[in-house]
């Protein structure tokens, strides 16, 4: 609404010294592409995202989720709540800014960092099903469902006992970190040969639980939804909307322990606050509020 206005930051912190001010953006404030319109997929693509998702020999893929959008709101947040804190502290106000592909391209945990240090001799490559860097790391089929299986340095032996093959903890093939993952194909194919001797997953989720192996069923969202572990943390809660009735959604995945358990949530329709943050936050009076709607430069109401 503010950039509607044609108001920037100096502007508005003329009138608010104390005006904590956030920009969301696709490619942020500055820089060659920040006029270009976009969405979620478009800042992981130029984020080099997409192209590790999928299969080494296929198109990339894109996940049907909101990840950027969500995860961007969450960077937007901590940095409101750090200048809010700021402000607290010094009684000044700031601008804060963030976007979908500077979130999206922090997600690369190592690619970018192999890249460089290796000079561009190392590339990092989609792997379908199973991580390039580690193993076992990866989704392996059982008696129902998929599994995702994961065992780092400290897990290894752990793995070699739950599926009753203890010696190949010194089988040297095995033996580290980088043999192991030059030796994936064997590896796979062992667990996978266990899981098929397994009487159910119930089973071999038993038996890698007991051995403290880090493992998860791929869940459906619907299973998820309605998984006990999901529903007794509230992580799936039932709200109430005023136009679209009871209906489960995510619930909030922060915790207070000053706070109550749960917020009430009740979204506002477009611009229901308009006159309000006007009014109290600008000093904007009721008239001018009025020709604001009446040209067309706000509105309110449901979509």
Same mark, same amino acid.
């Given at each position: 609404?503010? #950039? ?83 402000? &607290?502290?010094?009684?000044?106000? $700031?601008?804060? &800014? ?37 193993? !076992? ?16 340095? $400290? ?14 903890? +010194?089988? !040297? ?10 030796? #994936?194909?064997?590896?796979? +194919? ?11 997953? &119930? ?24 998984? !006990? ?32 358990? +749960?917020?009430?949530?009740?979204? !506002? ?6 006159? $309000? ?27």
């Amino acid at each position: 609404m503010i #950039a509607r206005l044609g108001l920037d930051y100096k502007t508005v912190s003329a009138l608010n010294p104390k005006i904590v001010m956030c920009s969301v953006s696709t490619f942020g404030q500055t820089g060659p592409l920040s006029n270009r319109p976009g969405y979620d997929y478009i800042g992981a693509s130029y984020a080099g995202v997409l192209d590790m998702i999928g299969y080494a020999d296929r198109p990339p893929v894109f996940p049907l989720l909101g990840i950027g959008d969500v995860s961007t709101g969450v960077h937007a947040m901590g940095a409101i709540t750090s200048a809010l804190l700021f402000r &607290e502290r010094t009684g000044q106000g $700031q601008y804060v &800014e963030t976007s979908l592909l500077d979130v999206y391209f922090h997600y690369h945990e190592a690619n970018g960092q192999l890249i460089s240090a290796s000079r561009g001799a190392f590339k990092p490559r989609r792997s379908g099903a199973h991580h390039f860097l580690v193993c !076992p790391c990866g989704i392996l089929k059982g008696k129902q469902n998929d599994l995702f299986i994961i065992a780092l340095d $400290q897990q290894w032996r752990s793995v070699c006992r739950a599926i009753g093959k203890p010696e190949m903890v +010194e089988d !040297p093939r095995f033996k580290d970190f980088e043999e192991r993952v030059r030796n #994936a194909a064997a590896i796979i +194919e062992i667990i996978q040969e266990w899981l098929d001797s397994m009487k159910d997953d &119930e089973e071999a989720m038993r038996v890698l639980g007991e051995h403290r192996v880090p493992f998860a069923p791929v869940l459906t969202v619907e299973q998820a939804m309605n998984h !006990p572990h999901l529903r007794a943390r509230r992580t799936v809660r039932t709200i109430k909307d005023r136009f679209l009735g009871e209906f489960d959604v995510p619930g909030f995945p922060l915790r207070f322990s000053a706070f109550p358990g +749960e917020l009430p949530l009740d979204a !506002p329709t477009l611009g229901e606050h308009n006159a $309000q943050v006007l009014r109290d936050y600008l000093g904007y009076s009721s008239k001018r509020i009025s020709k604001l709607e009446a040209d067309g430069i706000i509105r309110s109401g449901p979509r």
